[in-house]
């Protein structure tokens, strides 16, 4: 069966500590996604990658970055992690860009910045 | 870009009762609509999806009908069971291009036995 995995359920980490989540997909999928969920808001889409080394902005880049380097791996960067980036963090890839394509989610990393 | 509106928030049924969430959006070139479902602890799961071209889909229990007029679509859940009870996304994205989803803000299902 399909599997996107994120490398830790739960992170606890401190202000102006720099994180970084991680996320390996193993079906060959050319599309990566990063988004952030937080109650009341839904999914929001920080980063996405459509290729190794190609990346574009969602709706909420602000105090993020990213990393493709290989194209099972798809690594969100918090530079400086702030309390006001305490969330769930759900990563996802699909085959391709083309729309009506599924997209297969991890179980997510509860990040908590204190 | 695209908007997608999500109702309720929150759904409370009995057991055995139908469950109805609506969905809008605003761009008119959208035109694959999916339905996720989000389990607790774990990541959303596609249930169902629709495409412009079709104006309802079934499997089993579930149904999603779309119009495309009015700029809506819907998840029909019939006959409730526990397990259903989850958080529910709708999202909408053109049917080409490099667009992503775009999702609305969820809805929290409860089926009380």
């Known amino acids: 069966d399909v599997k996107v995995t994120q490398s830790s359920r739960y992170l606890v980490k401190r202000t102006g500590e720099k994180v970084f989540l991680e996320c390996v997909q193993d079906?060959?999928?050319?599309?990566m996604f990063w988004y952030r969920q937080d109650p009341g808001l839904g999914l929001r889409l920080i980063y996405f990658?459509?290729?190794?080394?190609?990346?574009e902005k969602g709706d909420i880049p602000e105090g993020y970055s990213v990393s493709r380097e290989k194209k099972e791996r798809f690594s969100l960067i918090l530079e400086s992690a702030s309390t006001n980036q305490t969330s769930m963090y759900l990563c996802?890839?699909?085959?391709?860009?083309?729309?009506?394509?599924?997209?297969?989610f991890g179980s997510g990393t509860q990040l908590s910045v204190l | 870009g695209e908007n997608v509106e999500q109702h309720p928030s929150t759904l409370s049924v009995q057991e055995g009762d139908s469950a109805v969430i609506k969905c809008t959006y605003s761009d008119s070139a959208s035109n694959y609509f999916p339905w996720y479902k989000q389990e607790l602890g774990k990541g959303p799961q596609l249930i169902i999806d629709i495409r412009s071209n079709v104006g309802e889909k079934k499997d089993q229990r579930i149904a999603v009908t779309l119009n495309k007029t009015a700029k809506h679509f819907s998840l029909h859940i019939t006959e409730t069971q526990p397990e259903d009870s989850a958080v529910y996304f709708c999202?909408?994205?053109?049917?080409?291009?490099?667009?992503?989803?775009?999702f609305g803000k969820g809805t929290r299902l409860s089926v009380i036995a």
């Open positions: 990658s459509y290729d190794v080394k190609m990346k």
């Open positions: 999202a909408a994205s053109p049917n080409s291009g490099n667009t992503p989803l775009v």
């Open positions: 996802a890839s699909k085959r391709n860009m083309i729309g009506g394509e599924k997209l297969f």
């Open positions: 079906m060959d999928h050319e599309n």
